[in-house]
């Protein structure tokens, strides 16, 4: 039975419904966020389908402001809002998740210090250093006793961290095990870049790296997803081993145009054709 201190979360921010869906293989879909800068991409990916939306703030010009209203907007509709922050920029986690994220991804993760201070920045003591706050729309601005108030949010924060490079599927079994990472991800594009085979995703030594990282997640008991490769048959084959199947759907840039070249083409064929 609940406690009557402890606030009842949303289902959607409960950690149980991303990480116990992947330890127990049942697919989540994960819709990227580049380009849009409005809830709307929220409304679009929950009716899409989607069971994660994720904002990058490495990899564009969106402000903290407008993540922080797709994520919100994101938590009010039912889906799991995560943000990509940039490379060791922990200082903006509090404000992303304060405001409306749940998730926060981690990029180029190396070592296990490293996965100690965003565990830090993503925590509330006695877990982190996570800067105090009354309360949050997480939990409909409810008001409880600090204690309880930290320990709910502790539960329903996602921490995922991100392996990038050698170094970091080195270390993997040691950065997995860290209390308060919640689940692993490798970038191939960026891995098979450092390992001098870009692109090549199923070159000896990528594929190596992989089979390292599932073993060493494994033995910490970790979901580890992986992701940024283009061969579909690859990745299924990579789930069959026992990636977690955290598909990421494609990034709204991508998409608006891949559709943006068919709607062309068909627009283009409809006056050939009369």
Known sequence: MQDSNTPALPSNAAQGNV????KAGVPVLALGVRISRTPDIARIAKASGH??????????????????????TALDIGLTPFVRVPEREYGVIGRLLDCG????????????????????????????HRSAIATLPHVGY???????????????????????????????????????????????NDLSAELGVP??????????????ALLGCKTAGK????????????????????????????????MLLSVAQARAVQALESIHKH
């Open 101 to 128: 994220a749940v998730g926060i991804m981690a990029p180029r993760i190396e070592t296990v210090d490293q996965a100690r201070d965003l565990v830090a920045a993503c925590r509330f003591p006695p877990l982190g």
């Open 223 to 254: 979901p580890l997803a992986i992701g940024g490769i283009a061969d579909v048959a690859y990745s299924a084959e990579l789930v069959r081993q026992g990636a977690a199947p955290f598909l990421m759907t494609g990034i709204d840039t991508d």
């Open 51 to 72: 069971h994660v939306i994720w904002v990058d703030l490495e990899h564009s010009s969106i402000s903290i402001d407008a993540a922080v209203q797709i994520c919100a």
């Open 142 to 188: 409810q008001k409880m006793p600090a204690a309880a108030f930290n320990e709910a949010m502790n539960r329903s924060t996602l921490l995922k961290v991100l392996i990038e490079s050698p170094l970091g599927i080195r270390n993997i079994a040691e950065i997995a095990a860290v209390e308060g990472v919640d689940f692993l991800g490798i970038g191939t």
């Open 199 to 212: 692109g090549q995703f199923q070159h000896a030594t990528v594929r190596e790296a992989h089979e390292a």
């Open 19 to 22: 990480v116990e869906r992947l």
